[in-house]
Structure formats: C-alpha cells, structure tokens
C-alpha cells in the first residue's frame, strides 16, 4: 500500500515541490538551426503520404530542414509514394529489415543537420512545432527536447483510447513539472529532438529507440526538456486488444533501456533524476506485483477486521467495474470514466505484468509492427 501512495501521490508531490523548489527554467530565443527530420517507415503507405505533406508544409526554414524518410523493408507502397517526392526534396532511405533503431541510427549518419528530430509517419506536426522545439536549442545546457503529443480520439475506438487520453495527459503535466526540476525522465517518439552531437547508437536494440535515445542526453550530462508548444497529433489505438499488445512491446523495451541506462540511477550522480527514472520506470512497471500481494494479503486479513473488509471490498468493486469496462469497452456506457478508468488502469497494469514476465524469460522485440486504425479495419 505504501508503494503505491508513494507512486501515486507521494512521487507527485515530490515532483511538484521540487519544481518550484529549483524553478530550473529553459533560457529560450528564437533560432532556426539546421534540422533534419527524420521519419521511421514500415509498411506506411496509409499514412505516409499526409506525413510527408505535412512536413513540407512546416513553419520553417525550407533552406534548413532536411526531411529523410528511413523505410526500414516496407513490403507495400511506402518506398514509392515517399519517392514521389524527391522532387521536393524528400530524401528516401530505402533499408533491409532489421528494426527501427537501426533505420533510425542508418537516417542520422546520412543527416546533416545540426539538430535532429524524431518522428513517427502516423504523426502530424502543428506548423510552427520545429519552432517550438528549436528554440529551447538556445540555451547550451539543453540537450534534447520533447514535443507535446496530442491524442486524437477516433469515433469508433472503445474505452481504452479514452483511457489512454486521460493518462497522457496527466503524464504530460507531470513532464513539465519534471522538466523545472532539471529534466523529464524521456522523450515520446512521436515528436522529439536532439543535438546531432550527443546522438548515440543505443548499445543494446531491444530497447525503446526514444527512451534510449533521449536519456542518452542526459547520460552526457545535458538537459532533456518538456516543450508544451511543440505540439504533434496522433490518434489513439481503436481496439483494446491492440493497445495491450503495444504496451506489452513499449514497456519490455522500456525496461531494457533501464538496464542499459541503470547509470541513471545514481543519485549522488545523476540527482533528483534518478528518484523520477526509478519512480517511472522501474516501480511503476513492477506495480502489478504490488497489487497481487495487495489483494492476497487482504484476503488473508479478512477476519481481522472491518477495516480489512472494507478494503477487500473496495478491489473487488474496482476490478469488478474493470472486467465491466472491458465487456462494455464498444457501447456507450464503456465510454464513462467509471468505467474506462478502471478498464485501462488494469489493461497496462496486466500489460506490464506480462512485459515483466517476457523479460525474465529473455524474450526479446528487435522488430516492429505498427498497429494502425486502417489496419484493425481490415
């Protein structure tokens, strides 16, 4: 019980009273360095053509953004439709089949800009979103930025995209309260950026490419920042049952990047972004554990008092309206909060559960598979 007060409230008010505690402030100016975009590919030709059109259309410089589309063995017609643009300017980097990281690392050593920004092909930028991540650029401490990503809900989706949305935003609030205390845990790959001189090529690739890349930065010292203009739209999963299998795949690669950023764990190093990379990363990925003994030790407790029923009582309610969101998850009432809440709070829980178990048996993702809505249609 005390672990998870902790995680939900006491961490967040660590958090809070930290930042305004040291107020660590971005020294911003407008500035347009040279940048170059670079947008991962795998089978995108839903979504890659409105990606590119996007891009083009920035508040940018066009004379200082370099725009690479990195297929990493797209079977479909990704490869030609982002061809179809050369003419503009758009440079396709046509790749064997390994894994995103190594598409990503193949687009950064054939780049030439300054910064680096990362993008997702199903992600569209507000026009003035590069602007917004530059200019933090201006301040020498900083390091890597992360844009704000913006879930947009689909018509059709059930609960767990309503969940998702209410998470994300919570989490994104957390981010700039972290990013005054020095630097946000990680990057989201939707929209992210970093100095072309601190990238580096993670050392293991059964890690999450943004969690790697992004605390890579503040391994070297420099700061990694929350930017709330920088704003990037993509839309929620649509089905429950592709939204558990992606966060399966995120947070067994998210742990793997804990182990191979398990330096960032020292505080008397690393400071108050130890505390926030253990809370995140580590204690609320193993939380499903915490409410396995919760719930066990209470049945064994049952008869020692009201207090202890009562609180049997309160899980068995909220599992119960849980297994209710999931059965309701398509229909109407599986879109109230009394519902979705406890749904989707389960799905990553059990999520993470299941990630933490593939762990331990070695089980690794190298390779890719992006779930998309036209996908899920089919």
């Known amino acids: 019980m005390a672990v998870l007060i902790y995680v939900y409230a006491g961490f967040t008010l660590w958090v809070i009273a930290f930042a305004r505690l040291?107020?660590?402030q971005v020294r911003q100016r407008p500035i347009t360095p040279n940048m170059t975009l670079i947008i991962a590919a795998f089978n995108e030709?839903?979504?890659?053509?409105?990606?590119?059109?996007?891009?083009?259309?920035?508040?940018?410089p066009a004379t200082k953004l370099e725009l690479i589309v990195a297929s990493d063995g797209s079977t479909d017609a990704t490869e030609a439709i982002a061809e179809s643009y050369a003419h503009k300017g758009v440079r396709l980097l046509s790749l064997h089949r390994r894994g995103k990281i190594y598409a990503v690392d193949e687009a950064v050593n054939r780049s030439s800009g300054e910064i680096i920004v990362f993008s997702d092909a199903n992600t569209l930028f507000q026009p003035d979103a590069l602007l917004m991540l530059a200019r933090n650029f201006a301040d020498p401490e900083v390091g890597g930025v992360c844009g704000n990503q913006i879930y947009v809900e689909e018509k059709c989706e059930d609960g767990s995209g309503k969940g998702e949305n209410l998470y994300w935003s919570f989490d994104k609030w957390l981010k700039s309260m972290e990013s005054l205390t020095g630097s946000?845990?990680?990057?989201?790959?939707?929209?992210?950026?970093?100095r072309r001189s601190l990238y580096r090529m993670p050392?293991?690739?059964?890690v999450t490419d943004d969690f790697a890349i992004s605390t890579s930065v503040v391994e070297q010292g420099y700061r990694l920042v929350f930017e709330p203009g920088a704003i990037a739209y993509e839309r929620t999963s649509s089905k429950a049952e592709n939204e558990f299998v992606r966060k399966i795949r995120i947070i067994n690669r998210g742990l793997r990047g804990v182990i191979l950023r398990r330096n960032l764990l020292n505080p008397f190093r690393y400071g108050f972004y130890s505390v926030t990379l253990f809370t995140h990363k580590i204690l609320r990925r193993t939380l499903p554990i915490f409410l396995l003994l919760l719930l066990a030790s209470n049945v064994f407790l049952f008869s020692h008092g009201v207090h202890y029923q009562a609180a049997l009582l309160g899980q068995v309610?909220?599992?119960?309206?849980?297994c209710a969101g999931y059965f309701l998850r398509s229909r109407k009432p599986g879109h109230w909060k009394l519902?979705?809440?406890?749904?989707?709070?389960?799905?990553?829980?059990l999520a993470a559960l299941s990630a933490l178990f593939k762990l331990l048996c070695g089980k690794r993702f190298e390779l890719w598979q992006p779930r998309r809505n036209f996908a899920e249609a089919n």
Request: a negative charge; one cysteine or more; hydrophobic letters at 45%.
């Open 22 to 24: 040291r107020n660590y």
């Open 45 to 60: 030709e839903h979504s890659i053509s409105s990606r590119i059109e996007n891009a083009l259309n920035l508040n940018y």
């Open 203 to 206: 050392a293991n690739t059964g």
């Open 317 to 322: 309610l909220f599992y119960g309206f849980a």
């Open 339 to 349: 519902f979705y809440v406890p749904f989707f709070y389960c799905l990553v829980n």
């Open 184 to 194: 946000i845990v990680s990057a989201d790959g939707a929209i992210y950026a970093v």
